[in-house]
């Protein structure tokens, strides 16, 4: 069984900053990478980016590219979102999820465990 708690979201003005972390538990998380997703009310789940446990490889949306960065702790086995810079249009619930695969997947069919959430909230 595999376990994700988010934390870390909030209301921040458009330029600010905010750090999500993904606390992960259980004895399969670490083979398959974990990603981030948000989604916006009335809109579906958006890959924002993921990472790989053993070698910290890295992948990011286009329209995330340079404002964020994907982090992980494997003592804690914690994955970090960093977010900087950011705008309105980063609004929305943060997910993290577990994928299925051996790769980082943008689409979240690949995904088969999620955390409940955290709201980001960005205000012009």
Excluded at 47 to 55: A, E, M, N, P, T
Excluded at 72 to 92: C, F, I
């Amino acid at each position: 069984q595999v376990h994700l708690v988010e934390s870390g979201g909030g209301l921040v003005q458009a330029g600010g900053s905010l750090r999500l972390s993904c606390a992960a538990s259980g004895r399969t998380i670490r083979p398959y990478p974990t990603g981030w997703f948000r989604q916006a009310p009335g809109k579906e789940r958006e890959f924002v980016g993921g990472i790989i446990w053993s070698d910290g490889d890295t992948k990011y949306a286009d329209s995330v590219k340079g404002r964020f960065t994907i982090s992980r702790d494997n003592a804690k086995n914690t994955v970090y979102l960093q977010m900087n810079s950011l705008k309105p249009e980063d609004t929305g619930v943060y997910y993290c999820g577990k994928s299925t695969r051996y790769y980082i997947p943008s689409n979240s069919d690949a995904y088969d465990y999620w955390g409940q959430g955290t709201q980001v909230t960005v205000s012009s």
